[in-house]
């Protein structure tokens, strides 16, 4: 970032605070006009100063909704981090554990939508299909948002799909290990992963 860019993304940021400064003084100034000497809330004015504290909290939602898209284009969006997502496969009928991977997102949202784009999870939702679905696209698996969440569990606990993704994460965030390197095999975890065929 050159001095200019700084001095430009200062004066933003300054300009972006002033505005929240602004709308703190206005509201403050709107609610206490219903309040006596002493700080408290007159009690024949109870009605209009909850119908100012609505007006209020509409009006500085909106404003949060603006100042944070204005960060995120002045900032960028926030960098990928690992996240866990845990699926239920046909092991769940043998009283098995379900299965969880990692893999890089930048929320848990975008997570979920990834997943679903990664070879190495693609397979594995193939190889869960039941022997009589009509096809590989209806495994027999399903997400579990209780169990999904930032971070990793202990080694040996997931199947680590952020090898593949690799190659299109920034460098600062890329893992060590080669791009297109399949993550291991759900079998090869700890306990049985699929029912035999």
């Known amino acids: 970032m050159t001095i200019t860019d700084h001095a430009r993304l200062i004066h933003a ?6 505005s929240c400064q602004d709308l703190a003084a206005r509201h403050q100034a709107a609610l206490d006009q219903y309040r006596g000497a002493d700080g408290y809330v007159r009690e024949d004015a109870y009605a209009y100063y909850e119908d100012a504290r609505i007006g209020t909290a509409i009006e500085a939602s909106d404003h949060l909704d603006t100042v944070v898209a204005q960060l995120t284009r002045l900032v960028g969006p926030p960098p990928p981090r690992t996240f866990t997502l845990t699926f239920a496969g046909p092991e769940r009928h043998d009283g098995e554990r379900p299965t969880s991977f990692a893999l890089w997102a930048a929320d848990l949202h975008e997570a979920r939508r990834v997943i679903e784009e990664i070879p190495g999870f693609q397979q ?9 679905a009509p096809s590989p696209a209806t495994p027999d698996v399903f997400f579990l948002p209780q169990q999904s969440h930032p971070g990793l569990r202990a080694p040996g606990e997931y199947v680590d799909l952020r090898p593949e993704q690799a190659s299109s994460t920034p460098a600062a965030t890329r893992l060590a290990s080669p791009a297109g390197i399949r993550p291991p095999t759900v079998t090869s975890l700890p306990g049985p992963r699929s029912r035999p065929r």
């Open 124 to 132: 594995w939702r193939q190889d869960n299909a039941p022997d009589d």
């Open 13 to 18: 940021l300054h300009g972006l605070l002033a």
